[in-house]
């Protein structure tokens, strides 16, 4: 009980900018979310009123959001300045990457239909410099490869000191995300939500935004990196904690003995509210490294809506599994009572590595007082243990897509082993990946050299329809597994090694851009080759792909070649081959 008293406490006893900087995400000064974006200055092109919906007459279920987004050409511009800081966001100081000052990174917006820019300049000139990349989760960059933010894969890194503008249109709508793709940058806090209106599938009367969830090492993320990359590493990297959208408490007497870094207790949770009698949007969002999430609220039932950028029919549920990657949009009535507050709750799966599972926040009625503790109790729903995504039969996509007859099947096994210094790597379809942060695939593509290096780990689907690849997993551990450039059709997911058997629902199967695949199970996947590009797939813990557990898709390489490759690409290749001429990067890891 003194464990959970600690953890609970909601005084805060830092300020919300020496535990998260400039953000006001889990407080009450975030903001809620409108229906969709208005015309505002600095925004080149517009709507003729802030009453026009920007994707008109257009329905969830009742057009195509792969090839029926609107035309437009609204520009929403961001500008995103990437620093080291020194924040405490459960309480432990320890060094971070900030987008614009503050972690979690700002908010990104934009219509359905819309182009997102991003003008990122990387300032992480000392402590060491790094380079770095942004990659735009989920969304499909067709046409615009070079934009997918992967280092070595797509472009090369931003030097220190310099900057690249990435632009690309909002093709799908929901909740997504964005982060680094440099080495495991982002488990340092280099991460932010992105929200796409569109239509929506259930009405509701608040949007209270994104809710990011994530586990949290008080080690720099370079220190875990050479842990997990140390000769006779045995596998396993615990976190220290849990974290909501930034924040939660943390024990400052369980540190380590000797360990003399400024720890504050009851750094502050976060807290949100609900209007009694109306219906709420939270979008989860899982942005950590390695745990599994199984997030509730206490004493209300959630209406599932979405799974990643695609809309699913409604279902109720009292508890959602999130993995790294994964996000998951949800309607809460809030139908409880109005003089009262509840916990959100998010714990960290069993079969997660963490020495601290458990993260809370405060969902404030109308009518309680905000600075009370809430004495609600958690649903009785015991964790199965198995990391395992909701149940396909009940995951069904509200707009209807039938499974295309494959033209390829691909066997990609999970694996593991020890090389000749003794660290453990994964691999993925029997290799372990690097990159070359220097020699980017895109670009080689583009010169016509298809002499792939072995651990490069590219596979060449040509034209290809539709390639279906099934990934068993005789390991321990769970894995998110993530397709860039396309969702996939998810046709099996259970226990051993796929035997053959049933599509799940193959005249409309889940489609989503992460599945997990759970310990000594299996995945059955399927994707279609439409979109000309070098797409990465790979494990989504950040651990697990910088131990080599990524490989490249190749899609349509005749029609990639004949894209233009913008020149801020290759100018970014010659500033980061001039910067790697003085100073050499420290990539002890597979660079992802």
Request: aromatic share 10%; with cysteine; hydrophobic share 35%.
């Amino acid at each position: 009980m003194e464990f959970l008293t600690r953890l609970s406490c909601l005084t805060a006893a830092l300020s919300p900018s020496l535990q998260n900087g400039k953000s006001t995400w889990g407080t009450f000064n975030a903001p809620t979310l409108p229906r969709w974006m208005h015309s505002s200055s600095g925004v080149s092109g517009g709507y003729r009123s802030s009453f026009t919906i920007p994707w008109g007459n257009k329905k969830s279920g009742d057009c195509n959001p792969y090839t029926e987004a609107p035309v437009t050409e609204v520009v929403r511009r961001y500008d995103f300045n990437i620093s080291r800081g020194v924040i405490a966001p459960d309480g432990y100081e320890k060094s971070v990457i900030l987008v614009n000052g503050q972690f979690p990174g700002p908010l990104i917006e934009a219509n359905w239909g819309e182009y997102i820019e991003v003008r990122v300049h990387n300032n992480i000139v000392d402590g060491p410099a790094e380079g770095t990349a942004l990659h735009w989760h989920g969304f499909l960059q067709t046409g615009s490869p070079w934009e997918d933010g992967v280092p070595g894969v797509t472009q090369c890194p931003i030097a220190p000191g310099r900057s690249m503008t990435y632009k690309f249109r909002a093709e799908l709508y929901g909740t997504s995300w964005y982060h680094s793709h440099y080495s495991a940058q982002y488990s340092g806090g280099l991460f932010g939500p992105i929200v796409v209106y569109g239509p929506t599938n259930m009405q509701y009367d608040v949007d209270l935004g994104p809710i990011m969830v994530n586990d949290w090492w008080h080690e720099d993320y370079f220190t875990v990196v050479k842990e997990v990359m140390s000769p006779g590493f045995q596998g396993r990297t615990f976190s220290d904690n849990n974290l909501i959208n930034g924040r939660m408490n943390f024990n400052c007497s369980t540190v380590d003995a000797g360990d003399k870094t400024n720890c504050t207790d009851n750094a502050g949770l976060s807290k949100f509210k609900f209007q009694s009698g109306k219906t709420h949007r939270l979008r989860f969002i899982n942005s950590g490294s390695d745990g599994v999430q199984r997030i509730s609220i206490d004493g209300h039932k959630m209406t599932v809506i979405a799974n990643d950028l695609v809309e699913v029919k409604p279902y109720e549920t009292t508890v959602v599994t999130v993995g790294v990657g994964q996000r998951v949009d949800v309607v809460v009535k809030a139908d409880g009572d109005p003089r009262s507050a509840y916990w959100l709750r998010a714990n960290m799966t069993s079969c997660s590595t963490a020495k601290q599972p458990l993260a809370m926040a405060a969902i404030y009625y109308d009518k309680v007082d905000t600075s009370s503790t809430p004495r609600s109790t958690p649903w009785d729903v015991p964790d199965p243990g198995t990391c395992a995504n909701d149940d396909l039969a009940i995951t069904e996509p509200y707009y209807p897509i039938a499974l295309p007859e494959p033209s390829w099947t691909q066997n990609m096994d999970i694996g593991t082993f020890r090389n000749e210094s003794d660290n453990l790597l994964w691999t993925f379809g029997g290799v372990a990946a690097r990159v070359d942060y220097n020699d980017p695939t895109l670009l080689q593509v583009k010169n016509n050299d298809f002499e792939f290096a072995p651990d490069m780990n590219v596979m060449n689907f040509g034209t290809n329809s539709s390639i279906r690849i099934i990934v068993n997993n005789p390991t321990p551990a769970p894995h998110p597994i993530h397709a860039h450039g396309v969702n996939m059709y998810i046709l099996s997911a259970g226990a051993g090694n796929y035997n053959g058997t049933e599509v799940v629902r193959p005249a409309n199967p889940l489609r989503r851009d992460v599945q997990m695949v759970q310990p000594f199970g299996h995945i059955v996947v399927q994707m279609d080759v439409a979109n000309a590009g070098i797409w990465p797939f790979h494990c989504h813990i950040a651990w697990h792909a910088s131990a080599g557990f990524f490989s490249q898709m190749v899609f349509l390489p005749d029609e990639l070649r004949g894209l233009d490759v913008p020149a801020d690409v290759e100018r970014t290749c010659r500033e980061w081959d001039e910067f790697t001429g003085r100073v050499a990067p420290n990539q002890i890891d597979s660079g992802l």
